[in-house]
């Protein structure tokens, strides 16, 4: 979402200079300018445009009202998995716009430790935007401005969601060729960078866009407590990748039918049942999380699942490993659902 200005007198436009501050050449990192050859909307969005880097002379154009920095060619397994997430999305999102999974509760058991006031004043980055439901979020938190970047076409979705906000830009552009500067005071990326070629290299180009003092949040399957999935589903999801996507979701309702009874059960089942469950069944817990999403939204949990190509299982010291890796403080780990891993760093004020 670019927000333009029009001047009647000397008759051009010009984009919101915070905004297009945030955003530089991914090739070469220079500048952008605005070219003023351009379709703009009622609302002052710049639907049709390009922007063009001051220093190597690229473009890239602005379609649909979101800025476009994809590459030419995407590996296949990379394609496939942006494609899937992309048809996801776009099929999804009144599911997941009016749903509990868009819930500010739910987003701040992912961040967890940052609370909503962590966001007043501060220019925020969510990587891995999906349909900008978090986007919409970190507004209402008090975020000054709030950049949600996604290589799939749910970028379309984010912006149809979230162009009411004038301090919000919606960029369409890979993890690892991010057009951002070092610019960002808190970046997270929720379950994003295990659908990623290389999750902890991803994560250290996110960390390249905080100023010092800046802070990360990431949220990422583990390996620990998802044996099941590892050893059940990892194999199905070689041909479930590759169904035809309408095919996929049908599948995934079916699936969804036994998962959504089983969720319910966890609720009413006497405690001395569920505490010796708790022991015997890793996944337990995760239960009594789904336990808050009606049936059509634990379907589209599966579908997410059993979708992508690329999916990695984090272990522990190996996720705390990326922050470290990249000299962050004040490092946080902590497990979620028994299944999943979030984390915390703070940028430090002298350089790595």
């Not at 060619?73 to 009144?94: I, M, P």
């Not at 979230?162 to 690892?176: E, G, P, S, Y």
């Amino acid at each position: 979402m670019v927000r333009a200005i029009y001047d009647a007198e000397v008759q051009f436009v010009r984009c919101d200079p915070e905004l297009i501050a945030l955003l530089c050449c991914p090739r070469c990192q220079g500048g952008l300018d605005f070219l003023t050859e351009s379709e703009i909307h009622e609302d002052g969005h710049v639907e049709a445009g390009q922007l063009s880097c001051r220093e190597c002379q690229k473009t890239y154009p602005i379609i649909d009202g979101v800025p476009r920095f994809v590459p030419a060619s995407l590996a296949h397994n990379v394609n496939d998995t942006v494609e899937g997430f992309g048809f996801q999305w776009n099929r999804a999102k009144s599911l997941v716009r009016d749903g509990h999974l868009s819930s500010p509760e739910v987003f701040l058991e992912y961040i967890e430790p940052i609370a909503p006031e962590y966001f007043k004043d501060k220019v925020v980055l969510d990587a891995g935007c999906g349909t900008g439901r978090f986007v919409q979020h970190a507004v209402d938190f008090g975020g000054r401005l709030v950049v949600g970047v996604d290589l799939s076409s749910s970028v379309d979705v984010a912006l149809e969601n979230t162009r009411h906000l004038k301090n919000v830009l919606i960029v369409q552009a890979d993890i690892f060729q991010l057009p951002l500067r070092e610019a960002f005071n808190y970046v997270f990326s929720l379950g994003v960078l295990h659908h990623t070629h290389d999750p902890k290299h991803s994560f250290a180009k996110l960390v390249v866009t905080l100023v010092p003092d800046g802070a990360i949040s990431a949220w990422v399957y583990g390996r620990e407590g998802n044996g099941w999935i590892i050893a059940f589903v990892n194999p199905l999801r070689y041909v479930t990748s590759r169904l035809p996507r309408h095919l996929l979701v049908a599948l995934s309702f079916v699936l969804g039918l036994p998962l959504y009874v089983l969720s319910r059960l966890v609720g009413v089942l006497p405690k001395h049942v569920t505490g010796w469950l708790s022991g015997k069944v890793q996944f337990t817990e995760y239960l009594n999380f789904l336990r808050r999403f009606d049936f059509r939204e634990q379907a589209h949990m599966i579908f997410d699942h059993l979708v992508p190509q690329l999916t990695a299982y984090i272990r522990r010291e190996e996720f705390a490993d990326w922050f470290a890796a990249e000299g962050l403080q004040a490092i946080t780990i902590s497990q979620k659902t028994r299944n999943s891993w979030r984390g915390f760093g703070v940028k430090s004020l002298l350089e790595k």
